[in-house]
T-cell receptor, first 112, second 118 residues
């Protein structure tokens, strides 16, 4: 199975930059996803990495190092609406499926 | 982008009754859909993978007779919680898999269904 680890909570200031880390262990790695989830709502897709390196998409960037089993999500120019839970999810090709295993999420609080 | 609709968003039912939740892909066809369960302040736990035209694949510990899944078309999967009990109260979320412009399989989520069993 997979083991996915990310911090439980983080606090940052509006306008600043924050980095949310995720480490994972899996036998059949086939991609790492980041989702944003506001309380009581469904997750929304942010980014996807399957190869090493940085993927940039506006204020959000995601990095992957497969050899280290490590990813981070970088949020720039933080806004109050970025306060949410950020979920790291790993896709495993074991068994031929496309199942995602989610971490417990990092609750980000953006303050003035 | 890909849109997934889930209905109802909120349901209250009496213990012993059955509840059906629908998950629709609105602007794409989804061979594969997924059903998750989420407890407060916890992450999503995969319950089953729903495959169009075939039986669903359930995760270990999930009772297939309790949580009936039907994926009769490329745009609709349903989850029926049979003989619901208070311990089934939870947030149920579906997702549907689509291929983006770069050829990557991405799961897009419905808005979720909050089930309360009295």
């Amino acid at each position: 199975g997979q083991n996915i680890d990310q911090p439980t909570e983080m606090t940052a200031t509006e306008g600043a930059i924050v980095q949310i880390n995720c480490t994972y262990q899996t036998s059949g790695f086939n991609g790492l996803f980041w989702y944003q989830q506001h309380a009581g709502e469904a997750p929304t897709f942010l980014s996807y990495n399957v190869l090493d390196g940085l993927e940039e998409k506006g204020r959000f960037s995601s990095f992957l190092s497969r050899s280290k089993g490590y990813s981070y999500l970088l949020l720039k120019e933080l806004q109050m609406k970025d306060s949410a839970s950020y979920l790291c999810a790993v896709r495993d090709r074991t068994g031929g499926g496309n199942k995602l295993t989610f971490g417990t999420g990092t609750q980000l609080k953006v303050e003035l | 982008g890909a849109v997934v609709s889930q209905h109802p968003s909120w349901v209250i039912c009496k213990s012993g009754t059955s509840v059906k939740i629908e998950c629709r892909s609105l602007d794409f066809q989804a061979t594969t859909m997924f059903w998750y369960r989420q407890f407060p302040k916890q992450s999503l736990m995969l319950m089953a993978t729903s495959n169009e035209g075939s039986k669903a694949t359930y995760e270990q510990g999930v009772e297939k007779d309790k949580f009936l899944i039907n994926h009769a078309s490329l745009t609709l999967s349903t989850l029926t919680v049979t003989s619901a009990h208070p311990e089934d109260s939870s947030f149920y979320i579906c997702s549907a898999e689509d291929v983006d412009g770069a050829g990557k399989n991405i799961q897009y989520f419905g808005a979720g269904t909050r089930l309360s069993v009295l």
